[in-house]
């Protein structure tokens, strides 16, 4: 199924013609009909005056072009719906909408936001952007984001100092040609309190990101926050890092897949900010598979956790890196390595389990399997470690702390 809608969007969305959105939109809402109590939008004059409060707007079809950014304040009970055949909010901006203090139960359905401004500068918002908002019960669904040329993420969501956001619900959209992130939560409060909870992104697809900068990732989780999930999501081409996890917890990450055309990346990353939680808990990795290869660092990255389930995920990339990684369960997993390393366990991860996964290295004088010193503790049963170049070894435990039972048998 994956492969199907991948190629449907290969084949309909390399583009930013009005057919191509027209045919996706198309999918998600087969009628043209105003909606029942929605007010008719037709142009860019209504559309700016129908931004408010207690507001349903149903956006006819065409591109809707701003000359400066729309800045909300304090708005509740906004729906925004374009119509089947294609509606584009654009601008020469590196953000097109700001909201700002409360944001409550705001709705876009079917609407392309895009910029064609190709300012240098660095913008650290979003084409739309929730800056210092206590953001609640928010959805994007079958929405379209790109800005080619401008240092901006499609959606942000900054929750700092007293706000905070929850409730926040990101599906079928596409993010095509994004200058930084495609979609950015933001904490950066050194307190480790958490500001953010229940982020959900759900069958959206990714393509061509960081296309003005050097972070272009899929989806980062930026400072303490608490359950998200992220599912079925289809990722080509991010840049540094695809799915990036910093000290959330309750996260489940599962059955998004990983490509590298042009990019290479790390598919799934892990880690803990300098102040923050020191373990992240309730974190499940599981389902997930991909291929990610290139000159640029291409390893899932797992730091800082404390009962973390990765299990049934399959790549090839990298090392897959474990880093002060405890408690944890490693099963039914294959990962093929075209680095130094297939399984790298080092820096405190204790008591972790690995059972029933398949690990193999490709590149000459690799180690497969390589336990570094304080890294002690761990499990292995019913492994396949396979070396298939010359030199290096199958299995490494460099202190011998480790409990590999399969040597015994």
Not at 2 to 12: A, D, N, W
Not at 85 to 96: C, P, W
Not at 389 to 399: E, F, K, L, Q, R
Request: glycine share 8%.
């Amino acid at each position: 199924m994956k492969v199907l809608i991948f190629s449907l969007f290969l084949i309909f969305f390399s583009g930013n013609s009005l057919f191509a959105q027209g045919y996706y939109y198309s999918l998600k809402t087969p009628q043209n009909e105003i909606l029942e109590n929605f007010t008719e939008i037709s142009n860019i004059n209504e559309l700016i005056a129908g931004l408010k409060s207690d507001s349903n707007l149903y956006l006819l079809p065409g591109t809707y072009t701003l000359n400066s950014r729309i800045n909300l304040r304090n708005i509740y009970n906004l729906n925004i719906t374009g119509a089947a055949d294609g509606v584009v909010i654009s601008g020469n901006l590196e953000t097109l909408i700001q909201f700002e203090e409360d944001a409550h139960n705001i709705s876009f359905k079917n609407v392309t936001f895009n910029s064609t401004s190709s300012t240098t500068a660095i913008n650290f918002g979003g084409l739309i952007n929730f800056s210092q908002t206590n953001a609640e019960n928010i959805l994007f669904d079958g929405c379209r984001f790109s800005s080619p040329k401008i240092d901006t993420n499609g959606l942000k969501f900054t929750s700092q100092g007293p706000y905070r956001s929850s409730k926040i619900m990101i599906i079928n959209c596409i993010f095509q040609d994004i200058g930084r992130m495609a979609i950015e939560t933001v904490n950066h409060d050194w307190d480790d309190i958490s500001r953010f909870e229940d982020v959900t992104v759900k069958d959206c697809y990714f393509n061509n990101l960081g296309t003005t900068s050097k972070y272009g990732m899929a989806i980062s989780l930026s400072g303490t926050g608490r359950n998200a999930n992220i599912l079925n999501n289809i990722i080509v081409d991010a840049k540094d890092r695809a799915i990036e996890n910093v000290a959330w917890n309750d996260v489940v990450i599962e059955n998004n897949s990983f490509s590298s055309v042009n990019n290479a990346y790390n598919p799934i990353t892990l880690n803990r900010r300098a102040g923050g939680s020191l373990y992240m808990t309730g974190v499940a990795i599981i389902g997930n598979s991909g291929t990610v290869t290139g000159n640029a660092a291409h390893l899932n990255e797992l730091y800082n956790c404390d009962g973390l389930e990765y299990s049934k995920n399959s790549f090839y990339a990298d090392a897959l890196h474990l880093s002060d990684v405890k408690n944890s369960s490693f099963t039914n997993n294959f990962h093929s390595s075209d680095g130094g390393i297939g399984l790298y366990v080092e820096n405190k991860s204790n008591s972790n389990t690995f059972y029933d996964n398949t690990f193999i290295t490709i590149r000459d004088y690799a180690d497969t399997v390589a336990f570094f010193p304080g890294a002690t503790g761990n499990t292995l049963q019913r492994n396949e470690i396979l070396k298939k170049g010359n030199g290096g070894m199958a299995y490494n435990d460099m202190d011998g702390g480790n409990y590999n039972l399969d040597l015994n048998n």
